[in-house]
């Protein structure tokens, strides 16, 4: 292409001496080019001016927003809340379908533990109260491998599944 431009735009810049012989033109650009160029520095000037001047909007705000929307949509479980249902035989039954769900991973078929610790016996990291139960399987404890359910099973198979915790093992 440059071999078609009049000559006075198709100079050699003549550094090949200092280069190892690679020469270099100094052609102007391409107007497309220039045009794609200076299209984006006005549309980003454009945008920003819109997004933070017109609309006010933020990575803040939209953080805070998809948290409240989240918060809406999948709803912490309160665990004092929960502790209050009552311990059915049929809400154990379901909680141990959820527990074989999600849980036996860690803590095995029996409740006996592996990755995470024996839920049967009377020693508890965090209380064996029903409370307590609910709140620790709600909350997690992500520092320690133990994941946070309440995002996950939400507010019925918590409560399910902290019955089932709760009556199999040595709650108290
Ligand atoms: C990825 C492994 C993993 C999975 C899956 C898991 N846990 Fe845990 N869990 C742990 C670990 C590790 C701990 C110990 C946390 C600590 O040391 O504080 C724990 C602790 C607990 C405790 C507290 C025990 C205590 O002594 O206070 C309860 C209750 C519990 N898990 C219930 C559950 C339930 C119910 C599920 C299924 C919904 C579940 N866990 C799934 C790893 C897991």
Redesign the pocket.
Known sequence: MSASLPPEQNRLLGHAAECDGIEEYDNPLPTWWLGILYGTIVFAMVYTADYHFVNHRSQAGEYDAEVAAAAITWPTPDASALANVPLTPELIAAGKA??ES??I???GTDLHGG???N?TDL??????TLE??TK??TEG?PA????T?GPI?GPEKISQ??AY?HNAGGGN
């Open positions: 959820v527990f999600n849980c991973g860690c803590h990755v995470g610790p839920l020693d508890w990291i965090h209380g064996g307590n139960i620790t399987i404890v320690k491998g133990m994941i359910w099973l599944v902290s915790v």
